[in-house]
């Protein structure tokens, strides 16, 4: 895991505002969001849950930083076959639509 994707992950679970380069997390009343090139990629609603978004962009960077926010969870992660992506949960794959999607 890059340095960038593990500092950001630590300020996201961490509860604390960060910016590097592309990078960036943002800290409100009500949730944390994870942004990659000005897109929210990732957002934890206080009560609600971790949703995740590759915004249109399903490139290595976005992947390698949505699996940084998904190590937390150790039975999760993002993987790409035949250029379509897909999210194994508790060993459970299914495919990553367009979209949010609810991780818990």
């Known amino acids: 895991m890059r340095k960038i994707t593990q500092e950001a992950t630590?300020?996201?679970?961490?509860?604390?505002?960060f910016?590097?380069?592309?990078t960036e997390v943002i800290i409100n009343d009500n949730a944390r969001l994870f942004y990659l090139h000005?897109?929210?990629?990732a957002k934890k609603v206080l009560g609600d849950g971790?949703?995740?978004n590759h915004?249109?962009?399903?490139?290595?960077?976005?992947?390698e930083r949505l699996n940084?926010?998904?190590?937390?969870?150790?039975s999760a992660w993002i993987y790409q076959k035949d250029?379509?992506?897909y999210i194994v949960k508790d060993e459970k794959e299914t495919e990553f639509l367009d979209g949010w999607n609810r991780i818990d």
Do not use: E, H, M, P
């Open 10 to 17: 630590k300020a996201f679970y961490g509860g604390y505002s």
């Open 68 to 74: 940084g926010i998904l190590a937390a969870y150790r």
């Open 55 to 63: 915004c249109g962009w399903q490139t290595n960077t976005a992947k």
């Open 50 to 52: 971790l949703y995740i």
């Open 83 to 85: 250029f379509v992506w």
């Open 38 to 41: 000005g897109n929210c990629i």
């Open 19 to 22: 910016r590097k380069d592309n």
